[in-house]
């Protein structure tokens, strides 16, 4: 809970905005178009994805047991 620094913790907050990003984007059920227009959110988007890539790039790259775990435990593809 207090740690925030580990590359494992780090990549699950992101991966938990960019779900929410993608929900934004997303159609409504009532038949809505959802924020597809909205162009300054999906640039956040892209910064956020590329900055999960680089951080599953370096725990690879450390210990392949953890971003294999990780992967595994947020259903990441690799």
């Known amino acids: 809970e207090t740690d925030s ?5 780090q990549i699950a907050l992101l991966t938990e905005r960019i779900n929410y990003l993608n929900e934004h984007f997303k ?14 959110s999906h640039v956040g988007l892209l910064r956020l994805i590329g900055q999960r890539r680089r951080l599953l790039r370096y725990l690879k790259q450390t210990s392949a ?3 294999d775990s990780l992967t595994q ?3 990441l593809r690799k």
């Open 5 to 9: 620094g580990s590359p494992e913790v």
């Open 27 to 40: 159609p409504s059920e009532e038949g809505g178009r959802g924020h597809v227009k909205d162009f300054h």
């Open 73 to 75: 435990r947020l259903g």
């Open 65 to 67: 047991e953890r971003y």
